[in-house]
């Protein structure tokens, strides 16, 4: 019959979902409205040290960070409201009471008419974040060296046709720190030494061309004029 039929098909539909769950390297949660875990696939175990039945009937807040608490709230909500989707990251506490860090992609289940649950998909990613942390900490000790060599130095975005500056800005140039900061590469190039532009432009080009480091020596107008 029609009825034993679609009885059928929502099996199915569990057996495939949960074979998808169960198999995943992230772990997928469904979670109430009210932020209650109503399932969590095992793959928890593997990320948080926990078992899923320790988390089943439990609040989803209970392993985040409280100062990030307020971005899966907001996330749950948003998604409640009729977003699609929502991206949030946060530190949540594994099984030896370390801070890890969490990404999570929220989406309403149900749909807008019910609206009473939503899946949560998330994947650690404490080393990526632990990565870019490194990066910027050694970006932060570069400049500081930089400026107290008392040298200059400057990233141009190709792109953008922008640059960065780093180090004795003033002192080499004599231009105040906001006159630097809005430097355009043309307007760099404009305050080149006119016997001198042609041939640094070229070198410019080349080393673009080539992927290579751009050097050249060039004189460089000083705000005194």
Do not use: C
Request: net charge negative; glycine share 8%; no cysteine.
């Amino acid at each position: 019959t029609d009825r034993k039929q679609a009885e059928q098909l929502v099996l199915e539909s569990e057996a495939r979902f949960r074979g998808l769950v169960q198999n995943s390297y992230e772990t997928i949660a469904l979670v109430g409205a009210d932020g209650t875990v109503l399932y969590v696939s095992p793959s928890v175990h593997q990320i948080t040290g926990r078992r899923s039945e320790e988390r089943v009937g439990r609040s989803n807040l209970e392993l985040i960070h409280p100062e990030d608490q307020g971005r899966m709230k907001a996330a749950i909500a948003a998604v409640l409201a009729g977003e699609a989707e929502a991206t949030v990251e946060y530190r949540y506490v594994n099984v030896r009471g370390e801070w890890k860090h969490m990404e999570s992609h929220v989406t309403n289940m149900l749909g807008e008419s019910s609206g009473s649950a939503v899946v949560i998909n998330s994947r650690d990613v404490t080393e990526r974040v632990l990565a870019q942390q490194q990066i910027e900490e050694s970006e932060q000790k570069y400049r500081a060296l930089v400026e107290q060599s008392g040298q200059l130095v400057y990233e141009s975005d190709i792109e953008a046709g922008t640059i960065q500056w780093s180090g004795n800005t003033h002192g080499l140039t004599g231009l105040a720190p906001e006159a630097v900061e809005a430097m355009s590469v043309v307007s760099w190039g404009e305050r080149i030494h006119p016997d001198d532009a042609a041939r640094t432009w070229a070198l410019r080009e080349q080393a673009l061309r080539d992927g290579t480091p751009f050097k050249a020596a060039y004189r460089f107008r000083h705000a005194n004029g």
